[in-house]
């Protein structure tokens, strides 16, 4: 017997159907400005770039060498953002100190509470 997903309340008359609650996830793209070599990790507030426009300032130990200042910038967001590191992606800027972040949180209220406390640092 071929099993569907209901999509719709008539559709869960029918006796094959599997019932699936799907979480959706709240993304946010953000752009960073890294500060690779640092002497510390830090999530140090919002600059301007030369056109304008935003990042956020992240300082990491590791070298802009073989990625590792990428994972460790996703480390950083991912313990500011209280996500799993599998919820940090790089969109763009691998190998530019200027990138850019999609960040998936599971609720809007991670979003404001990260926001906040990257605006007030």
């Known amino acids: ?10 559709d869960v008359k029918n006796k094959n159907i599997i019932i699936t609650n799907k979480i959706i996830m709240k993304t946010i793209i953000i752009n960073v400005k890294v ?3 640092a002497k510390i990790n830090e ?14 300032r992240i300082k990491t130990t590791k070298p802009a060498e073989l990625g590792a200042a990428n994972k460790d910038i ?37 979003i404001s509470k990260f926001l906040k406390s990257v605006i007030s640092s």
């Open 1 to 10: 017997m071929r099993k569907t997903i209901a999509t719709s309340v008539a």
């Open 43 to 56: 999530i140090g507030g919002i600059i301007n770039d030369v056109d304008g426009i935003k990042h956020l």
């Open 35 to 37: 500060f690779a070599g």
């Open 74 to 110: 996703i480390s950083i967001l991912s313990k500011n953002c209280k996500v799993p590191q599998s919820n940090i992606k790089l969109v763009k800027g691998e190998k530019s100190r200027y990138k850019k972040f999609s960040i998936e949180f599971e609720k809007e209220a991670q």
